[in-house]
């Protein structure tokens, strides 16, 4: 798929011209450029009873709310303003426009008015779709955002205004239509190859995943004997592990630091970080001197959260939310770096979220200190546990690799994809 998109056949046109304008240096000698009001109307059409919403998203998509998710948008109690939607409608989101929402609308609806709903002025003269590509070009190489920024301090919003006084390249019609088929067939074929190398990534994230819950709970030899573990969680473990209550396993610490100054700790799926508590992001506390010490080689776990959380072997000195769990091993016949692998198993599975408590909707679902202390996990003989540990490393190092290799060319595809709609709406290569 990669090399069939990659042999594509530039051409340039045969004469070239000054643009005059700034975002593009030359275009097409036969090409012109217009200001997008003497190609474009904006409309202010009644919504009718049957109109559902339509929702322009960054990638370009104008469709139905209802065709793509329903969750994480805000419904207006009144919907004030609101415009009637036709299918083929050029729509720019004014505020997010800059982001790459514009596109043409593929239903009829209605949409909220800081959406510019546009039609051709004179009907059958321009592409609406050559003009999406064009324009989210525009947006994707930031000039519509330094263009409203200019026009207005602090501000990322493109109007119907500013989009009439943009002067944009417009080849012939018939070119339009070429481009964009041509553009629509090339980019799908460069989503396609992206979606397979996505679906190569899950496949990755999953083989390692069977990999480690194998070795974590069964060990690295399959021919064992086996026996029931009493854990539900788990099934059946070798004959010759053992199991154990975590209040023999680990000891919960609760050290509070009574002072400042003291490196503030971030517990993440990639592991305990040193928080930038200027940044300004994340949760703030108004008292760090009430956060509890953490030491390096230490547990560190959210269990507040057992669905987001996470837990790790702190590499830092610091403190940690006072909400947090602190522990350490007590116990020699457990290697520290399997009993991690075992409570990221934990995590991952969402093991430890049976046995929380609270309320999930909120995302405050906890672990507590009783159920914790009484949760029972294997017990490999302590050279079998170090073997375990040291393979999961070698299995999540071999899995990094070709993931980040599969992220690399996904990374081109789209560098690539970006520069094909360029070179073509801006006239740079000629598809016909």
């Given at each position: ?123 059958g003269s321009v592409n609406p779709y050559f003009f999406a590509y064009l324009l989210r070009n525009m947006a994707k190489t930031g000039f519509i955002e330094s263009l409203a920024k200019g026009i207005r301090e602090r501000s990322t919003d493109f109007r119907y ?272």
């Amino acid at each position: 798929m990669e090399s069939t998109i990659a042999e594509i056949e530039v051409q340039r046109y045969e004469a070239y011209m000054n643009s005059g304008v700034s975002w593009v240096k030359e275009i097409p000698a036969h090409w012109e450029l217009k200001k997008g009001k003497w190609l474009f109307q904006k409309q202010d059409r009644p919504v009718r009873a049957s109109d559902d919403i339509v929702t322009c998203f960054r990638d370009g998509q104008v469709t139905l709310r209802i065709n793509r998710k329903t969750e994480g948008f805000t419904n207006a109690l009144k919907e004030h303003g609101y415009q009637g939607i036709r299918k083929g409608d050029l729509v720019i989101h004014a505020m997010d426009a800059f982001a790459g929402a514009i596109g043409v609308s593929d239903s009829d609806g209605k949409a909220t008015p800081v959406y510019a709903a546009c039609v051709p002025r004179i009907s059958g003269s321009v592409n609406p779709y050559f003009f999406a590509y064009l324009l989210r070009n525009m947006a994707k190489t930031g000039f519509i955002e330094s263009l409203a920024k200019g026009i207005r301090e602090r501000s990322t919003d493109f109007r119907y205004s500013d989009f009439g006084e943009l002067e944009l390249t417009c080849p012939p019609l018939e070119e339009q239509t070429t481009i964009v088929d041509f553009l629509d067939r090339k980019t799908a074929q460069i989503d396609q190859a992206i979606a397979q190398k996505k679906r190569l990534i899950e496949q990755l994230q999953e083989r390692r995943q069977i990999l480690i819950q194998r070795g974590v709970t069964r060990g690295l030899n399959p021919d064992v004997p086996m026996k029931d573990s009493g854990m539900d969680w788990i099934g059946q473990i070798p004959a010759h592990w053992e199991v154990k209550k975590l209040k023999y396993v680990v000891k919960i610490l609760k050290r509070i630091a009574n002072a400042t100054g003291i490196d503030v700790l971030s517990i993440t799926q990639r592991g305990v970080k040193v928080k930038d508590i200027n940044s300004g992001e994340g949760q703030i506390a108004l008292d760090y001197s009430k956060y509890q010490l953490v030491f390096r080689g230490e547990f560190a776990m959210n269990h507040m959260d057992l669905l987001t959380g996470y837990v790790d072997i702190s590499n830092f000195d610091g403190v940690v939310s006072p909400d947090y769990r602190v522990f350490t091993l007590t116990n020699s016949k457990f290697d520290k770096h399997y009993l991690l692998r075992l409570f990221q198993l934990c995590y991952k599975c969402r093991v430890f979220y049976a046995y929380g408590q609270g309320v999930s909707q909120l995302g405050r679902w906890r672990f507590p200190a009783e159920n914790f202390n009484d949760f029972i996990i294997p017990q490999p003989p302590h050279g079998e546990q170090q073997e375990i540990a040291d393979a999961i490393d070698k299995i999540e190092l071999a899995s990094d690799k070709s993931i980040n290799q599969a992220e690399l060319q996904i990374k081109k595809l789209r560098e690539y994809k970006s520069i094909l709609i360029n070179a073509a709406v801006t006239g740079k290569i000629k598809v016909c």
